[in-house]
């Protein structure tokens, strides 16, 4: 069977998995650690302020004659709400890296992802097929069938 996308597409797509693997254990390792030092209000204040300032450099080191303003679009409503959705995640999961962990974390997305694949059939009439619901479903049982399992035994 050959690989449908290449063998480029495979290597990013392995690099990404593994780079996103990494940093998540490593945010909620520092996240546990660092919260007896710093609130964790401080600590997301700190991320926001140091993503916007790497956005905006990137935005300054990359800008060509003709681009966009660095707030173009800023004024519509929609896009608003979407910023403060987003930071209601990244607040969100700093707190689950607080009182959970990165396994908690990496199962709450495809769940969520996968509510949002009936709730976008209820709300938007997308239609949906076979594809979406057995990907859906298989995500919610399976996260089911893990979060019943009984929690391992403490190593001495």
Known sequence: ???????QALIIMIFTVTFAAFNTVYNASVVKKESANYPMNVQNSILYAAGF???????IVSKRPG?????????????????????????????VYKYGDAVLKTLSQPVVSSVLVFLSNILFDVPLDIVKLSGAGTVIVSTMVYLKLPPPAPSV
Do not use: E, R
């Open 1 to 7: 069977v050959a690989f449908m996308y290449g063998t």
């Open 67 to 95: 681009d966009k303003p660095f707030f173009y679009g800023y004024n519509n409503l929609n896009v608003i709400v979407l910023l403060f959705l987003n930071s209601t995640v990244g607040i969100t999961i700093s707190m």
């Open 53 to 59: 300032s790497i956005n905006l450099l990137s935005y």
